[in-house]
């Protein structure tokens, strides 16, 4: 006896989910998306260092995916001490 299917399940199967093909050549031109979520990995590098990799994903108004690797970003962490607060040093 076969075990039922999820609901959810049979209608995907009915459709193929399919994106529209890119349309524009982002070399030449500006790639405009909407920013969906954002996180960061580590990597190693050819000195085999750990650098760190944001990740940026979204979606084109056209409707394709994107995701987007920044390798040259340096994480930093910033405190806005109180007015005469003292320094360590």
């Given at each position: ?15 193929p ?9 982002f ?63």
């Open positions: 006896m076969e075990a039922p299917r999820h609901f959810l399940e049979e209608e995907l199967s009915k459709t989910i399919s994106r529209p093909k890119p349309t524009t050549d070399k030449s031109q500006p790639l405009i998306f909407m920013l969906l979520d954002i996180d960061y990995s580590t990597t190693t590098n050819e000195k085999g260092e750990e650098i760190p990799v944001v990740r940026l994903y979204g979606i084109t108004e056209q409707g394709n995916s994107v995701m987007i690797l920044v390798n040259n970003f340096h994480p930093y962490f910033y405190a806005s001490l109180p007015e005469g607060a003292p320094l360590l040093q």
